[in-house]
């Protein structure tokens, strides 16, 4: 069993950076391959970026593309980050984070973008961005 906390979400302004992070509660978070997702009102939950386990390889929505970085602390932190830029009023929604055990496993958009590919999920963090 995984538990991931999201936090770092916020009120900001269009062109305002935000950074949030997940906290994994397992050792092996290592082993891992890790994906943000976003929830709109009204909305379907839509990817935003996946990491590999290795932290090598990476994925992002068309959307997000540029403007957000995704990456990884395995060492004591257990953490996983997402770095927003430039922000605009469309990214405001709900942010989650997901986990899928992937040891050995690339990381290929077939199934890393797809949010019934991961087995873990937080509770979600608030991001508004005003414009």
């Known amino acids: 069993q995984v538990q991931l906390v999201e936090s770092g979400g916020g009120l900001v302004q269009t062109g305002d950076s935000l950074r949030l992070s997940c906290a994994a509660s397992r050792r092996t978070f290592s082993t891992y391959a890790m994906g943000w997702f976003r929830q709109a009102p009204g909305k379907e939950r839509e990817f935003v970026s996946a990491i590999s386990w290795t932290g090598g390889t990476t994925w992002y929505g068309d959307s997000v593309k540029g403007r957000f970085t995704i990456s990884r602390d395995d060492n004591d932190e257990n953490r996983v980050y997402l770095q927003m830029n430039n922000l605009k009023a469309e990214d405001t929604a709900v942010y989650y984070c997901?986990?899928?055990?992937?040891?050995?496993?690339?990381?290929?958009?077939?199934?890393?973008?797809?949010?019934?590919?991961?087995?873990?999920w937080g509770q979600g963090t608030q991001v508004t961005v005003s414009s």
């Open positions: 997901a986990a899928r055990a992937a040891y050995g496993l690339g990381l290929s958009p077939d199934w890393a973008t797809q949010s019934s590919a991961y087995d873990y």
